[in-house]
């Protein structure tokens, strides 16, 4: 059966890894970067094969004598580290985690840049100021954002509250930045705890590499200095699984400590379930049958299973109290409220419109792994490879090995049966499975490594290994790092800084954004749900929107009267192309279609230049009310505010590095003057 398991993995990477099943599907996703990906790892496969040749020819004389000292400095580095195990792994640890800081900082300008990342950021502000959630807004149009519930009373994040809830520790310290990067470093130092059940206190160089492959693999680093969920869910998932080793150690622990590992492994499932639901019930699934399996036959594990479940009742009934208070379930998230059932797993029309079917889920998995070849390592030839090889010589796993590797298995099912290709930073959704690919690229270099190995096999081995490594860090890292800091710009600006520099504090500022932006917030008002709101933006001509909205406002409609007026609009959608007159594309256009003056006005005001109203809230300096530019409508906020001076700001273009334009408005002109 392992071999089974083993075997059946290494078909299943080669297969999604290697074929281009994504671009063989007519009419559905697409992976644009799969020819030119295969096409750079000819060449670094080509460079690596030639410097591990050269190296396995050249092995006697100096090359020998220089192998021989590399030896012997290994063995004298390994005999300190076995010394000092902790220090050893907290070390590589703290490491990982300056680098994090360093790449959080540099590369990411310490700000949250995904709207995903923004709307937790948020909310981690609210918990830190003691709030689930703060009333919505009377005029919620103007203050509206995508992954913000603002139906009924309450405005909150759409997302589980362990991420924001860890996040809000940072914000105490106006410092969320650093959360995600202490996260990765605890999870380096519990990855090489794991190592060290899986080979001992006496292989100190492999924990100390294998530590360091996991923490400074690109994917990894990415997500881990970032503010996105996935990395942290991963240090629960590694905190869960080294308790869950201790818990079924064949070692002589007493029965309390046993207890107490079961108590942490719980807990630590708990917590990946309030970070990422769906990530924690494929580990935890697998780890509760394990452990209740060895239950059977061991009595005394009876006490830890109850552990176990305490452990993880504690932080689920945190997560569900939560969900009562804002959503008023407590098996209900926001996303479920924002976009209904539509949301969840299984094959049906997904909230933006797409229906997921057993196709477009292949098509997901397909583009995870293709992406995940290039992302893991960022190394010149697939990153899978090793893994797969690994897995296809069959080389022996461990119990906690197999472990992550179904836990794994299950993880990819169950993302196979979600809607949403989540691309950011990488194949971000399976940043769950960098473990168990990492424990098998371990595992090869050990088998490569052993003694019985020919020599001249070892030796090509190392030199390729070292030429891949050179040309990962002098070419493929530096080249991602420069993708993403230029990535993103609008996120990037501080605009405290910039409002303080304009004079514009303690002011009522309003964001002009495009006009595709102003008319969702407008759909929104209306009360049309999220998903309708996705359909009818992508499939009806902008200008006839526009007017079919302010039909809808005019006769005071709302909700679902308004989706069916909009909805026969929707007959020309085939036909509907990316605007060709206005810079934001988003908005759709019918060809031939001649706009009318409030059309052209909109698009008018699109070419001067427009922003984007979400990073505003992150101002924490200025002392600004920020909210949405809605023109002439505007007024209903100006008189909320008598006191504030009026902002109307911009950038003078649509690019995100364009400056921003800072224009006072005159109160007694404010209906037509917030028009400049």
Partial sequence: MGRLLVRSTAVFLLALGVLPIALWIPGGLADPGYSRRWDEWAIGIAICIGVGTVAAISWRGRLSELGARLAHRGQSIGAVLRRFPVRADISVAAFCGMTYLVVARVVFAGKPLLIDELVQ?????????????????????????????????????????????????????????????????????????????????????????????????????????????????????????????????????????????????GLAAGCAFAVRPLDAVAFAVPAAFWLLWRARSDRGLRAPVAGAAIGLAIPVA??????????????????????????????????????????????????????????????????????????????????????LLVATGVHSLLYFAYWHDGFYLGPRFVTPWIPILVLLCIRLARHIANRETRRVVRTASAGALGAAVILTYAIGVPVRISQYRSGLTSMRTDYGAEAAAAGATNALVFVRESWGAQLIARLWALGVSRSATAALYRNIDACSLEHGIADAERRGERGGVVETRLRPLMRDSTSLRASTVSPDTTERMLPGSVYDSICSARVSEDRDGYALFPPFLLDRTSGNVYARDFHERDSKLINRFPERRVFVVRRDGVDGTAPLRWIPIERSRAPSASRP
């Fill in 318 to 403: 945190l997560v569900m109290w939560v969900n009562v208070r804002t959503t008023g379930s407590p098996t209900s998230f926001g996303y479920e409220v924002l976009w209904g059932s539509s949301h969840g797993l299984g094959f049906h029309a997904a909230p933006w419109g797409d229906a997921h079917t057993p196709q477009r889920g292949l098509e997901l998995l397909s583009l995870y792994v293709t992406r995940l070849n290039g992302y893991l390592f960022e190394a010149p030839f697939p990153s899978l490879l090793p893994a797969i090889v690994a897995l296809a010589i069959a080389v022996p796993l461990t119990a906690i090995e197999r472990y």
């Fill in 121 to 265: 950021v948020l909310q981690a502000r609210m918990y830190a100021a003691g709030h689930l959630f703060v009333p919505t807004d009377s005029a919620p149009e103007f203050f509206s954002m995508l992954h913000m519930v603002d139906l009924g009373e309450r405005f909150y994040s759409q997302f589980p509250a362990g991420w924001p809830a860890m996040l809000a520790l940072g914000s105490l310290l106006n410092a969320e930045w650093v959360v995600g990067p202490l996260c990765g470093a605890i999870a380096v130092f519990v990855f090489a705890r794991i190592l060290r059940a899986v080979y001992g206190d006496e292989s100190p160089l492999t924990v100390l590499g294998g530590a360091a492959v996991f923490g400074l693999g690109s994917f990894a680093v990415f997500q881990f200095s970032s503010h996105m969920s996935h990395g942290p869910v991963v240090m629960w998932i590694l905190l869960g699984s080294l308790s869950l080793t201790r818990v079924l150690s064949e070692k002589g622990i007493v029965a309390q400590h046993r207890v107490a590992w079961a108590l942490a492994a």
